[in-house]
């Protein structure tokens, strides 16, 4: 009997094993005990997981053991208590979902809402959270829409408003990037002409100048305060894809820095592509004062000097005046293209510096998640050669060292941290 029961028990654990290992997505078990406040979000080919962490320097996890499934793995925080988590659906509405920790240290997430549009740029504001994007409205017209998302009964508004004639008359703008500054809401343009049929041409008229709208929420209406204008750069948006990148950050003393890419358009097709320059501008920064909410007529560095001639996509402000720039790595660079070189930029003293210690851009795979930023630690998470790190970059510096390993096939959205209640 004794033989009988443990060739069953022995049968029933290669079964276990056999399911196991034919299973090619990770199979997560939330842990039941306090694994730190940092959440890092990770995606596998087929799903999105958040993992708990108490340290980002040293040491490997996994989604394995320690992976919660999410709708999506690009997290921002609301006001340390909250992680709100948004999944682009292409052509429909976008879901949101929130995270938050238990008292034991697990992470809770909540059911996914459906909002009434896409999102692209997303910013806390007062007790919101907002999800801006680009749509085309009832009437025919193209605008924006931004969703506010109570950080607390998660309900969501929804406010619309038409951007025919914002920045040039007979065009309408796409904005990109989305920072506050009291109760204003500060976002670049980027102007197009208005479409007259399916294949027209919607180049803007005015390629070398730089366009960025105050806007303030008023009731349920988004109002335009103000816009400004410079003709020292061209239009403060990166371009991934058909995507767009936030180019506008603010230092610690409140002022906005606006990197303009100048991003080449390619004349060629995607076979034979001939990247040429959409603007006369080079890559290059401008500053507007917060104390006035007018371009420094003073301030302006050429990035793409500095740099040798080589583009940014995108920036991140970081702490102080620092920013860390995201370039391309080849003089003939679009937006199909891929960028995995980084620089820190000083924004008050115009020092460029390349980041050592950081794989080779070749070798980087995908496309640059945001940096997670504490304190004066910078943490970027990249993917180079099949392996993902979150690498601690020394802005001062410029110099990046490894810090914990992700196992598995994943690539990083992004990294929060979050309070633990009681704790």
Same mark, same amino acid.
């Given at each position: 009997m004794k033989c009988m029961f443990l060739k069953k028990a022995l049968f029933a654990i290669?079964?276990?094993?056999?399911? $196991?290992?034919?299973?090619?997505?990770p199979s997560p078990t939330p842990p039941p005990v306090t694994k730190g406040n940092y959440i890092i979000g990770v995606s596998t080919e087929a799903k999105s997981y958040l993992l708990a962490t108490d340290n980002l320097e040293s040491g490997k996890t996994s989604v394995i053991g320690n992976g919660v499934e999410a709708s999506e793995s690009t997290i921002y925080s609301y006001q340390g208590k909250k992680g709100f988590l948004f999944l682009y659906r292409k052509g429909d509405p976008a879901t949101v979902q929130s995270c938050s920790f238990l008292g034991n240290g697990t992470i809770s997430l909540n059911k996914t809402k459906s909002m009434p549009t896409r999102e692209e740029f997303i910013a806390p504001y007062k007790n919101y959270m907002i999800a801006m994007t680009s749509i085309k409205l009832e009437d025919s017209k193209f605008g924006e829409a931004f969703n506010f998302i109570d950080g607390e009964t998660e309900?969501?508004? $929804?406010? /619309?408003? $038409?951007?025919?004639?914002?920045?040039? =008359?007979?065009? /309408?703008?796409n904005m990109g990037g989305l920072i506050t500054i009291g109760d204003d809401l500060i976002t670049a343009l980027e102007p197009y002409r208005i479409p007259t049929t399916d294949n027209a041409n919607t180049k803007s008229n005015y390629p070398d100048e730089v366009n960025l709208a105050i806007l303030n929420r008023n009731g349920d209406k988004?109002?335009?305060k103000k816009v400004i204008k410079d003709e020292?750069?061209?239009?403060?948006?990166?371009?991934r894809r058909s995507g767009r990148l936030s180019c506008i950050g603010t230092d610690a003393n409140g002022d906005i820095y606006v990197f303009s890419p100048a991003n080449q358009v390619n004349t060629g097709d995607n076979k034979n592509p001939k990247p040429e320059n959409g603007t006369k501008h080079p890559s290059s920064v401008l500053k507007i004062n917060k104390s006035?909410?007018?371009?420094?007529?003073? /301030? /302006?560095?050429?990035?793409?000097s500095k740099s040798?001639?080589?583009k940014l996509q995108n920036a991140f402000a970081l702490y102080g005046d620092y920013f860390l720039l995201n370039m391309f790595a080849t003089t003939k660079a679009w937006n199909m293209q891929t960028a995995n070189k980084f620089a820190i930029f000083n924004v008050k003293t115009?020092?460029?510096?390349?980041?050592?210690?950081? =794989?080779a851009p070749e070798d980087i795979g995908g496309y640059t998640p945001r940096p997670y930023i504490e304190g004066e630690k910078v943490y970027l998470p990249l993917t180079a050669s099949g392996k993902t790190y979150v690498h601690l970059i020394d802005a001062k510096t410029a110099n990046a060292t490894k810090g914990i390993e992700i196992e598995g096939d994943v690539t990083v959205g992004t990294i929060i941290k979050l309070d633990i209640p009681n704790k």
């Open positions: 290669c079964l276990t094993l056999v399911f $196991t290992a034919c299973d090619d997505d309900n969501i508004q $929804t406010s /619309y408003m $038409t951007t025919e004639n914002i920045a040039h =008359p007979g065009e /309408y703008a988004m109002t335009v020292r750069a061209s239009f403060a948006v990166g371009r006035n909410l007018e371009f420094d007529k003073n /301030y /302006y560095f050429n990035i793409e040798g001639g080589l115009g020092d460029f510096k390349w980041v050592s210690g950081l =794989p």
